[in-house]
């Protein structure tokens, strides 16, 4: 019988893995382990749902007894209503090239067994490990996109903070800080959100080791995420300092540095734990339910529910990527460089500071007036679009980080107000680096806010029938503000004539 149990078990765990396995096209290939090991942790695009998936899986081990207590007073009702979810959400995930909503669909299939086997216990007992599987969803890019850049900035901010007050002259203006003629920009790989996830599910673990409960237990999660950007401000300072007279990105090339954060940081989490761990453990097994357990393992059921998500796995075929060669669907990222007296050139664009954003779906322009036309003094329109990215669906062309010119700017205030000559509301934002300021009009085309937006991204809706209907398009535009005292208004003037002479070709957008 044990033997018979085990071959049982060895199948099940087979066709699982074939249900779930996300695909090769998901599976990142990196040339060494250090590449591995960047990627999972400290890349700001990275995943380490693998890491996840065994965290998981061994704490639901841990709990295995209650999975097989089979009480009664549970409804099947409900525990065919679980299973349901997590055949739609495989299925979901299948049909839109969704891998990482597949822990979605292993969360529901977890709550169904663990009310199968326990009903509201199971689901008590089980809701740590399910907790754990949300790490390995993706932030919703539009949403990323506002945190990455707000953690930059915030990360900058308190470097500068750290080293101005330890005697170090640090300049600071956005993400970028300057010491003397050496220049660093904070990118998103050290914004510290990587750090921060990657803590809390260290401490998360260690709260699981420790038999931490309640307010203790509650104390050490919420210890991590202020630990890590600590720690991080820390690890940029280290590289601020330590770097050689040349312009450097503060994050690239530092992965020892990174593996140090967080080994300073699971070791002060394990401290802290360990001081609050109370005496007697409050481990979740016992002789007494192991005993029974083993007498009681919901084979059938189980074995029933594995074989359905395998099939359907096997059977459900990817939508079609959306088509986009209709007017209203197109891609084309087009800005004329001769275009209502207007005359421009392209100027090159800062990959690190954009970071996320999509690549080749973005243009900068540098625009001047034709001479005939030139009244207001050598007015100058800086011009920066991004479109959406149809190798990167679920991306998102809109961020804040848009609505400033470059790496060393940074919002001093900020207006929304409705421009009549496009007939639409934009934001009016005053930004500022350490000897310039600017006027800028920004605004987006076609996107739904962002929430609505992130929540389509979360939920992969770029296939088949709930396929975006029209392209995102993310407006910028700058003029300086000189020092005489009309300048604001002079600036104004300007962004005002080149959104009328190029009219015609926003509302085209």
């Known amino acids: 019988m044990p033997i018979r149990r085990h071959f049982i078990s060895a199948i099940l765990l ?8 996300p695909g090769s096209s998901a599976v990142a290939s990196h040339s060494s382990i250090l590449d591995r090991i960047e990627y999972w942790f400290f890349d700001s695009q990275g ?34 209503a679980l299973f349901s979810l997590a055949l739609g959400a495989l299925i979901w995930a299948r049909l839109n090239e969704a891998p990482d909503l597949l822990f979605v ?32 969803l993706p932030l919703p890019s539009p949403l990323s996109n506002e945190i990455l850049w707000t953690l930059q900035n915030w990360s900058a901010a308190w470097t500068a903070d750290l080293l101005n007050l330890a005697g170090v002259g640090i300049g600071q203006s956005g993400a970028h800080l300057t010491r003397g003629d050496v220049h660093f920009l904070v990118i998103e790989g050290c914004s510290g959100l990587r750090s921060i996830l990657t803590l809390t599910l260290v401490s998360l673990v260690i709260r699981e080791l420790l038999g931490l409960r309640g307010l203790r237990g509650a ?41 140090l954060v967080l080994a300073i940081g699971t070791v002060a989490l394990f401290v802290v734990g360990h001081f609050l761990a109370a ?26 529910m594995v074989v359905l998500l395998s099939l359907a796995s096997f059977v459900t075929r990817p939508w079609p990527p959306p088509d986009r060669s209709g007017p209203k669907r197109t891609t084309r990222l087009d ?57 990167l669906p679920r991306g998102s062309p809109v961020s804040s980080k848009l609505m400033v010119p470059g790496r060393d700017w940074q919002i001093d205030r900020s207006t929304v107000r409705t421009n009549w000559i496009l007939g639409r509301e934009i934001r009016i934002l005053h930004v500022s680096s350490t000897d ?23 939920l992969a809706l770029e296939r088949g029938p709930f396929a975006r209907s029209r392209t995102r398009y993310m407006i910028e535009l700058a003029a300086e503000i000189g020092d005489e005292s009309e300048a604001e208004v002079h600036a104004r003037q300007i962004l005002d004539r080149f959104v009328y002479d190029f009219n ?3 509302r085209a957008f």
């Open 47 to 80: 995943s380490s749902a693998g890491l996840v998936a065994a965290v998981a899986a061994w704490m639901v081990w841990r709990r295995r007894t209650v999975l097989y207590l089979e009480k009664d007073g549970h409804s099947p009702i409900i525990t065919a």
């Open 219 to 259: 104390l050490v999660i919420l210890l991590a995420p202020p630990l890590a950007m600590a720690l991080n401000i820390v690890r940029i300072a280290a590289i601020v300092l330590g770097s050689p007279p040349a312009e450097q990105h503060a994050g690239d090339t530092h992965l020892g540095q990174g593996i």
């Open 279 to 304: 005496r007697e453990s409050e481990g979740v097994r016992t002789t007494d339910s192991i005993e029974r357990d083993r007498k009681g393992f919901p084979t059938k059921p189980l074995a029933l």
């Open 14 to 21: 087979l066709l699982l893995g074939l249900a779930y396995w």
């Open 335 to 391: 800005l004329p460089f001769h275009h209502g007296g207007w005359a421009g050139r392209a100027l090159e664009l800062d990959y690190p500071f954009l970071g996320l954003l999509p690549r080749g779906r973005i243009i900068r322009r540098f625009y001047q007036p034709n001479e005939r036309r030139d009244k207001i003094g050598a007015p100058t329109v800086e011009v920066l679009i991004a479109t959406d990215s149809d190798s």
């Open 436 to 458: 310039r300021r600017a006027l800028v009009y920004a605004w987006s085309v076609h996107d739904e806010g962002l929430w609505w937006d992130s929540l389509r991204s979360l």
């Open 504 to 506: 015609d070709v926003f």
């Open 105 to 136: 669909s292993l969360a529901f299939l977890l709550a169904a067994v663990a009310f199968h086997g326990s009903g509201l216990e199971g689901i008590r007992a089980m809701t740590l490990p399910m907790v754990v599987l949300v790490f390995a």
